[in-house]
Nanobody, 115 residues
Framework: QVQLVESGGGLVQAGGSLRLSCAASGIIFGINAMGWYRQAPGKQRELVAGITRGGTTNYADSVKGRFAISRDNAKNTVYLQMNSLKPEDTAVYYC?????????WGQGTQVTVSS
């Protein structure tokens, strides 16, 4: 059974940094795309950053230049380095993986940025 466990969220002041991690277990084959989404109160879930199996990345315009996504295929783990955080980055962050023909979601981790 595939499970995703996220860590690294928390409370940080504006301008600070956090690093999120998401480790997948129950993996037999290689994971295709991996990504991070976020959902703020009253808003729809949105893609923050994605990375393909080969390492190609894409980012939401709002985080370009501040966030960096990376992955360790040997550890089945995806990371999100978040720098220069802003109050508008406050949300629950979810990791997502595309594995075989399914998409799997983590349980979410809260990121709160105070002004």
């Amino acid at each position: 059974q595939v499970q995703l466990v996220e860590s690294g969220g928390g409370l940080v002041q504006a301008g600070g940094s956090l690093r999120l991690s998401c480790a997948a277990s129950g993996i037999i084959f290689g994971i295709n795309a991996m990504g991070w989404y976020r959902q703020a109160p009253g808003k729809q879930r949105e893609l923050v950053a994605g990375i393909t199996r080969g390492g190609t990345t894409n980012y939401a315009d709002s985080v370009k230049g501040r966030f960096a996504i990376s992955r360790d295929n040997a550890k089945n783990t995806v990371y999100l380095q978040m720098n220069s955080l802003k109050p508008e980055d406050t949300a629950v962050y979810y990791c997502n993986i595309a594995y075989t023909v399914y998409n799997y979601w983590g349980q979410g981790t809260q990121v709160t940025v105070s002004s």
